[in-house]
Structures are given as structure tokens and as C-alpha cells.
């Protein structure tokens, strides 16, 4: 047995026992925040200059006093061992600090923490983006089916949400939302009234203002702003509501209990919000044509009755229909976007906030993309 001993500290001593492949660090004397206590270099450099070192033990039965100074200096141990691939063997250390170790290396840090910084190639990059896509796009394929799964099953009449909450989550999409939807759509038709007035006047022609607010209005700017109007407001409180209650595990307590999150939870936003959008929509085409009357009156001297027969002139009943299909699409994008998000959400009240906006961007973008294609499928057809 080889026995060296640390003799420059007062208060808190290391003493090393090396017997085959186990070295005995023994504790005694106080170590507690501002005592003098050994330094872990010390400990760090006797302890990697022994080779062939299989198990790190403790003896404490000397140890007349400790707090967090020990247990900081254990933790520093544990992770040496840990690079070392030795073993640690805690049996001899008091059992409040046990427990305290384990305590410490059962919660996991935060993602990245503590890593170095590796460099990642460009093509490692791509292929982790790929996968990633991969996998979300399985994940929305999967949950676009067990949406329409839900929805046969409710025409079946096999569904199982209530519809008391179905009439409550219409009117939180549907009455509620109408003073944000009449400030955002009044103040889109006042400026595109007053953006074409300012170039017809060069030609005397601003009675065809009525014409450019009731077309832009009525076959793409109404569906459109009120989509986005309910991507923020809508699909983000479907996204934190839903994420609250995966966070709280509520939603696996609905499976414990054999009720579907699909049904119970997801079925009855999405049909809300599918009924409410085309209402919301002509609502939005109205309080439009109704800014760029006020443009029209105001600022270019234009009769009421001149502005109304101008636009019911113009505006076609396709174009109606147009804008209502629209709107109907993007609920769909919208409620599905919130849902799958809230869905998705995993971890902690963080994750609640990441799911909101995602929902938001996703959503948004959504309706974009779905406005190309439909302007694209009507030139085609021609209507």
C-alpha cells in the first residue's frame, strides 16, 4: 500500500490510497465555502498521473464538516472519471451528499451546455436539414390522416368532442375576433383606395377606385388578411393551448382514459375555425369596401350611390365565390398549423412559446403558398 499525503491544507485534507487498480481518496477536516480546502488541479494531476486506474473509492469517515465546496469538488471528480472511463464509487461518502450527487447528475443540462463548439461540414449540414424535413413531413402526413380520420368518424357519428365546447371555441374564433378583423380591414381598403387614387387622378378616372377596392378586396385581400389575422391571433392560441396541456401531460391523461386527443381536442378547433373563416372573410370584404368609400367620398368628391353602383358593377359573384373558397382553405391551414404545432410541443414552458411561433410562421406561410396556387388554378380555368 502506497500512501501520500496532502499536508499544505488546515482545514480540509486529501489523503490517496493506491492498492492494485483503486485509489482511496480519504476526506477529512471541514470543507465548507470559505475554509481552506485542497485544490482539484492538485487532486486532477495525482490523480492522472497514476496509470492503470480502474475505480476511484471515498473513505469520509474523518470528514467533520461539508456544504456545496465538497460537493463542487466531487462533481469535478465524477466528471474526470467520466472522461477517463473510471469508475466512481460513492458508497463511502456521507448519504446526504449521495443523494445530492445523484440528484445532480439525474437533471440534464441544457441542450449544447458545456459542449465545445465543433465545426460541422456543409454536407453534414444538409443531410441533418434533409432528415429533419424527412421526419416533419411524416409527421404532418400523419396527422393530416388522423385528422381525416376524425372528421369520417364524426359524419359517422362516432365522434367523441363535446359540442358545448365546439359553440365555445366559434365564439373565440368567430364574435371575438371581428374589432381586430374591422380595424385591419378598413385600414386595408383605405390604403389601397388612397394608393390607385393618387394615379387615377393623373387621368381623371377615380370612380374606378370603386372597382380596384371591391375586385382586390373581394377575391383576395379580405381571405388573405383575415387568414393572417387568425394565423396570429387563432392559430397561436391553438398552438400554447395545446402545448400547455402536452407540457402539463394532460393530453396523455386523455389516453390513459381511452378519450382521443384528435377528437376531443384537435376535431373541434378545426371545424370552428372552417366555419367562422368564409363569415370573417365577408365581414372583411365589407368593412374594405366600406374604407375605400370613405377615400372615395373624402378625398376624391365621389357620390355614395356612384361609388356603390360603380362597385356592384364591377365585382362579379365569381370573385365571391373566389375569396369564400379561399378563406375555407385557410381555416383548414390555419387550425391544422396551431394543432399539429401544440401537438408537437414537447418539454418545457420554452417549448410553449417555440410551438406559438411556429405556428404563426408555418401558418402564414401556408396561406401564401395556397394563394399562389389558387390564383395559378384560376387563371387556368379562367374564372
Not at 492522472?48 to 465538497?70: H, M, N, P, R, V
Not at 381598403?189 to 387622378?201: D, E
Amino acid at each position: 500500500m502506497n500512501e501520500e499525503r496532502d499536508t499544505e491544507n488546515r482545514f480540509g485534507r486529501l489523503d490517496f490510497k493506491q492498492s492494485d487498480d483503486t485509489i482511496i481518496i480519504k476526506l477529512s477536516g471541514v470543507w465548507k465555502i470559505g475554509a481552506k480546502i485542497p485544490s482539484f488541479n492538485k487532486a486532477k494531476n495525482r490523480l492522472e498521473s497514476k496509470s492503470g486506474i480502474q475505480c476511484i473509492a471515498f473513505d469520509a469517515s474523518d470528514l467533520t464538516g461539508w456544504d456545496s465546496a465538497l460537493l463542487i469538488f466531487l462533481l469535478k471528480i465524477h466528471e474526470l472519471c467520466y472522461q477517463c472511463r473510471i469508475y466512481m464509487e460513492m458508497e463511502g461518502l456521507p448519504r446526504g451528499v449521495q443523494r445530492l450527487l445523484d440528484l445532480a447528475s439525474a437533471v440534464p443540462g441544457a441542450e449544447g451546455a458545456g459542449k465545445e463548439s465543433v465545426s460541422v461540414s456543409f454536407f453534414e449540414r444538409v443531410g441533418t436539414s434533409a432528415i429533419d424535413l424527412s421526419k416533419s413531413a411524416v409527421e404532418i402526413v400523419d396527422f393530416i390522416g388522423d385528422a381525416s380520420l376524425s372528421f369520417i368518424g364524426l359524419f359517422r357519428g362516432k365522434s367523441g368532442f363535446r359540442w358545448s365546447e365546439l359553440f365555445l371555441i366559434i365564439q373565440e374564433t368567430g364574435v371575438q375576433a371581428l374589432p381586430i378583423v374591422s380595424l385591419i380591414s378598413l385600414l386595408v381598403g383605405l390604403i389601397l383606395a388612397f394608393v390607385s387614387a393618387m394615379q387615377l387622378m393623373m387621368f381623371g378616372a377615380q370612380i374606378y377606385v370603386a372597382s380596384l377596392v371591391g375586385i382586390a378586396m373581394v377575391r383576395v385581400m379580405g381571405a388573405i388578411m383575415t387568414g393572417i389575422i387568425m394565423a396570429g391571433r387563432t392559430g397561436a392560441a391553438f398552438a400554447a393551448q395545446l402545448g400547455t396541456m402536452q407540457v402539463n401531460e394532460e393530453i396523455d391523461a386523455l389516453k390513459t382514459l381511452g378519450i382521443s386527443p384528435m377528437e376531443f381536442l384537435v376535431l373541434p378547433r378545426i371545424i370552428a375555425l372552417v366555419l367562422m373563416m368564409p363569415l370573417l372573410c365577408l365581414y372583411a370584404d365589407l368593412m374594405g369596401i366600406l374604407g375605400g368609400l370613405i377615400v372615395g367620398v373624402v378625398m376624391l368628391d365621389l357620390n355614395v350611390v356612384e361609388y356603390y353602383n360603380q362597385t356592384v358593377a364591377t365585382v362579379r359573384l365569381n370573385d365571391l365565390w373566389i375569396g369564400l373558397f379561399q378563406s375555407s382553405v385557410f381555416g383548414i391551414l390555419v387550425a391544422l398549423s396551431g394543432c399539429l404545432m401544440g401537438m408537437k410541443c414537447r418539454g418545457s414552458a420554452a417549448a410553449v412559446g417555440d410551438a406559438a411561433t411556429s405556428a404563426v410562421v408555418t401558418g402564414i406561410i401556408s396561406i401564401v403558398v395556397a394563394t399562389a396556387i389558387i390564383t395559378v388554378m384560376c387563371n387556368t380555368l379562367g374564372i
